[in-house]
């Protein structure tokens, strides 16, 4: 059984992986995931791109001096996560910008999880 941290994880692969490229949906999934399915991996990364156009609008609304397209894509990807998450889920807000910066820390840098922090801290 895939933890929720490590579904986190495989989504934001995915949903990298998806951000401006011709891979689809349904042969994204299978080869991030690379075992069975997991519900909560699965609703974040249709979720997210489900929403993608009302989550860059609450993105870009947020973003002082940037635009969606100048941010690093897994900046980008991460945001996008976790303005679902805030947005569509019952997960607590704490619990989505904790796990925002530790997605930061295993794909980016500290830096990146400043910034992703204090983007999502607008939303609160």
Same mark, same amino acid.
């Given at each position: 059984?895939?933890?929720?941290?490590?579904?986190?994880?495989?989504?934001?692969?995915?949903?990298?992986?998806?951000?401006?490229?011709?891979?689809?949906?349904?042969?994204?999934?299978?080869?991030?995931?690379?075992?069975?399915?997991?519900?909560?991996?699965?609703?974040?990364?249709?979720?997210?791109? +489900?929403?993608? !156009?009302?989550?860059?609008?609450?993105?870009? #609304? %947020?973003?002082?001096?940037?635009?969606?397209?100048? *941010?690093? /894509?897994?900046?980008?990807?991460?945001?996008?996560?976790?303005?679902?998450?805030?947005?569509?889920?019952?997960?607590?807000?704490?619990?989505?910008?904790? +796990?925002?910066? !530790?997605?930061?820390?295993?794909?980016?840098? #500290? %830096?990146?999880?400043?910034?992703?922090?204090?983007? *999502?801290? /607008?939303?609160?």
């Amino acid at each position: 059984m895939m933890k929720r941290h490590e579904a986190r994880e495989k989504a934001v692969q995915t949903l990298f992986q998806l951000d401006n490229t011709t891979v689809t949906l349904e042969e994204a999934i299978p080869y991030i995931a690379n075992q069975p399915l997991n519900d909560f991996y699965e609703g974040l990364v249709r979720g997210v791109v +489900e929403h993608s !156009e009302a989550l860059d609008a609450l993105l870009t #609304e %947020q973003l002082e001096n940037w635009t969606i397209d100048r *941010l690093p /894509k897994m900046e980008r990807t991460i945001l996008r996560l976790a303005i679902y998450e805030l947005n569509y889920t019952d997960t607590p807000e704490r619990v989505v910008m904790n +796990e925002a910066v !530790e997605l930061c820390k295993t794909f980016s840098d #500290e %830096q990146s999880g400043k910034f992703v922090n204090g983007v *999502l801290s /607008k939303f609160q």
